[in-house]
């Protein structure tokens, strides 16, 4: 990174980070610059910031400049900004620059040298790093609300909402989270961790705290993450149904963005986004399943805006790792608030669950985790043949069919609504075609296959959500997490899993309540014998503290160290399955050919395809107001999706990011590959940028800092630091381990040391 050594020099970075940002620093309505602090501050401040002006005597006679004064749409000053060379911490100079900013009037400073942003909202907390200088908006609307902020208790907690045109009732534990929430929020907390079950309406709950925020003056921008699309609909509908008067929308991958107050993203979209944005545009940043979100290259869409962040999880606090605790400010294994799975159950607001016995159990031993993990089609070709899928779906068909009507009473027709976890692409179309066979009368309706390369997948998902058919879904990655379907009866787990996260996540595809058929009860058909492994039982529910792995069988895992395994993600295939399975019939391609093909495909399809020669016209434009005109509309967007996700190539999001190794790429960003137009991050900079998302979740001293860069430089050389790098050149010459085990303790630079490893530095050359 390039290094400025005088203070002019930072200026010239800090221009242009000023014009990212939407301010113009020739406008003298907006920027000044060298603002002399003598000036008699009654002459630029108004009634409405005399709260910020420090009129003691002691300051009146202090001489000064501010190196930049930020000026709102009436001229009065917004913010200070100190401008440091590179070799200056821009932390230290604090003291420096408060004085000037009280004197002039400014409610806000940034201190920066280019490099490092420090925002500091000096009369509410200290000053921390950020990733972008606020813009004029940004900083006008944070002014506005202190202005019109009142207590959270002054806001009584609703005891019933509207939901699907029902009135529903507030549950005991819903109200506890609201206040958990309220009296950190208070105490000056920024970040929040929130554990609440599968199916116990976490959505639900953060729309109705959303309500409250903003009734409270604590927000008027939000943005709502999630790695679903699924959950981005689910989320759009709930909003718009509990709090229908604030404006929401589902910022998609091609569009413009909208200036609502609420804004749905998927993860992976913001990936490629975020940079759209200034650090200061959203309020509150809402993360759901947030555990998936504090790793390498998903860390930077989140850790960029710097806001109120709530995270929600389904998953066990045992089983998340310590970054993301230590992202919401949380002690290890302690989110915020935690309603128990057990609770749940008890109080009859989830379904419990029970296993089908007596099935033919296809494999309890002997697997090894990598024939899953790093090949399944291996895995399938190995454990399962016509046979074992034949036997696995004519049980489960005539159990289900028995034993309807006793898990639920109201349920018309058999068997009720029902799952297949399948283990690729190729198999859920074998289990899909024997389930059809079972039931010749359905004509192919009975079980369809739900994965990316089906076409109408969001078709059938309705379909099978609100139509009598299909009843059955057979789907690999798609309904395992994210989906919502409350009359689901039955769950076949015809694949093994060794990730307790995606097991509890799978699981809890069935315990959403269904009062309209009078749900009691689901089961699960465990063909391979996953509750066994993880002492599961209708009696003593594998959670976080009760069950557990087998006695006997530790749940190890052999090979590279790769975090979003344990995750229950499908991201192994990014980095360690050298194919893509493709098409219904899951036919295995190389990854190198099928980018050869896909890039050739898109460049011959320039010539005549309108939308390809729209997206190539977006991004060759450089005025703002003709880049619109060529910008893609949703319904565009859906067609050219579906134009390219044709049966002869199956070009697709999914497939495209494993084909690509890249799990936050969408297909305009792949679009604009193939046509050279998209810059591709070098490794330096993809490092740099998990780098700066990772510090912004610390709060490390400005000599931590300088080393944990030294580190950084050298992690970005070798893909990883180790202790032993401490004591060889270069680091050793700058006497690299004494320095580090004098900031940081012996124990705490270890510690360091493998959460870098762990959060920035990509995890592909480990495996490549």
């Known amino acids: 990174m390039k290094k400025y050594t005088t203070e002019a020099d930072a200026r010239i970075i800090i221009d242009d980070l000023l014009r990212q940002s939407g301010w113009n620093p020739a406008d003298k309505s907006q920027v000044l610059t060298e603002f002399s602090v003598q000036e008699d501050p009654a002459n630029i401040v108004s009634d409405e910031f005399a709260n910020y002006s420090d009129r003691a005597a002691s300051n009146r006679g202090k001489s000064g400049r501010a190196d930049y004064l930020l000026l709102d749409q009436k001229g009065r000053p917004l ?82 909402y509207i939901r699907q045109g029902e009135q529903r009732q507030v549950r005991p534990y819903q109200q506890e989270a609201m206040k958990a929430l309220d009296h950190a929020l208070e105490l000056g907390k920024r970040r929040f961790l929130i554990e609440l079950p599968t199916g116990t309406g976490k959505t639900d709950l953060i729309s109705l705290y959303l309500q409250r925020l903003i009734e409270a ?11 679903r699309e699924q959950l981005a609909k689910q989320a759009v509908e709930t909003l718009q149904d509990i709090i229908q008067h604030h404006s929401s929308y589902w910022l998609q991958p091609g569009t413009n963005r909208q200036e609502k107050e609420i804004t749905v993203c998927l993860l992976q979209t913001m990936i490629s986004r975020y940079n759209e944005f200034t650090s200061g545009y959203f309020d509150v940043v809402i993360a759901d399943e947030c555990h998936r979100s504090i790793y390498g290259a998903w860390q930077t869409a989140l850790t960029h805006f710097d806001a109120v962040h709530i995270g929600l999880t389904a998953t066990p606090a045992i089983y998340i790792e310590r970054n993301t605790f230590r992202f919401y400010h949380c002690q290890d294994q302690q989110p915020d608030y935690v309603y128990r799975i057990q609770d749940a159950f008890k109080n009859k607001y989830l379904v419990p669950y029970k296993f089908a016995t007596g099935i033919t159990t296809i494999i309890a031993e002997g697997a090894e985790v990598e024939d899953e993990h790093y090949d399944p089609a291996e895995f399938e070709r190995k454990w399962t043949n016509e046979q074992s899928n034949r036997i696995m779906m004519e049980e489960f068909d005539k159990l289900a069919c028995q034993n309807y009507q006793e898990l ?9 609504k029902a799952i297949v976890f399948a283990i690729t692409k190729h198999h859920a179309a074998r289990l899909t075609q024997y389930l059809n066979e079972l039931h010749p009368e359905h004509k192919g309706s009975y079980a369809v296959v739900i994965t990316s390369d089906v076409s109408n997948a969001d078709d ?64 699960i058909y465990d063909f391979f014998e996953n509750h066994k ?63 050869t093909n896909w890039e050739e495909t ?3 399809s320039l010539k005549d395809d309108p939308l390809i020669k729209k997206i190539r016209q977006f991004s060759l434009s450089k005025d703002e107001a003709e880049k619109e005109k060529f910008r893609l509309t949703p319904e565009e967007e859906e067609k050219l999706a579906q134009r390219l996700n044709s049966p002869k190539f199956f070009f697709n999001e999914d497939n495209l990011r494993r ?39 610390k709060s490390f001293t400005p000599q931590q800092v300088n080393y944990l860069n030294l580190l950084k430089n050298r992690g970005a050389v070798k893909g990883k630091v180790i202790m032993d790098d401490l004591f060889t050149p270069p680091l050793s010459i700058l006497n ?11 124990r705490g630079l270890k510690a360091l040391i493998e959460e870098m490893n762990e959060s920035v530095f990509k995890q592909e050359k480990e495996v490549a």
Not at 123 to 138: K, L
Not at 217 to 227: I, M, S, T
């Open 79 to 160: 913010a200070v900004i100190e401008a440091k060379r590179s070799a200056f911490h821009p932390y230290s100079a604090k003291q420096q620059t408060l004085p000037y900013a009280k004197k002039i009037g400014a409610p806000f400073i940034f201190l920066t040298n280019g490099e490092l942003i420090y925002f500091w909202d000096y009369t509410e907390d200290d000053a921390r790093i950020v990733n972008s200088i606020y813009s004029r908006r940004d900083l006008e609307r944070l002014v506005h609300m202190r202005k019109n902020k009142i207590a959270l208790a002054s806001i009584k907690i609703p005891e019933y």
């Open 217 to 227: 003056g604590r927000a008027e921008r939000v943005l709502f993450l999630v790695d």
């Open 408 to 416: 639920a009473p109201g349920q018309k027709g058999a068997p009720g």
């Open 460 to 523: 059938l998902i309705r379909k099978l959500k609100y139509e009598t058919f299909p009843m059955v879904a057979v789907s690999v990655g798609m309904l395992d997490t994210g989906f919502n379907c409350r009359e689901v009866l039955h769950l076949v787990m015809c694949r093994r899993v060794r990730s307790p996260i995606l097991y509890q996540q799978m699981r809890g595809r069935g315990t959403r309540t269904a009062p309209h058929i009078n749900k009691q009860k689901f089961v």
């Open 533 to 595: 492994y993880f002492n599961d039982s209708d009696t003593d529910v594998f959670t976080d503290t009760s069950g557990g792995y087998a006695s006997g069988r530790p749940a190890t895992r052999k090979g590279p160290r790769q975090e979003l395994i344990d995750l229950g993600l499908e991201d192994e295939w990014l980095y360690h399955v050298s194919y893509v399975e493709v098409g219904p019939e899951g036919e295995s391609i190389d990854k190198r050919d099928y980018v």
């Open 602 to 604: 898109i460049k011959k």
């Open 659 to 697: 084909a690509y190794r890249q799990p936050g790429g969408n297909l305009i960003d792949f679009i604009k590959h193939a046509l050279g137009l998209a810059h591709v991050k070098s490794q330096d900079e993809i490092t740099n940028d998990n780098f700066q998302a990772w510090l912004v979740t």
């Open 736 to 746: 690299a381990a004494m320095i580090g085990v004098e900031l940081f303790g012996d």
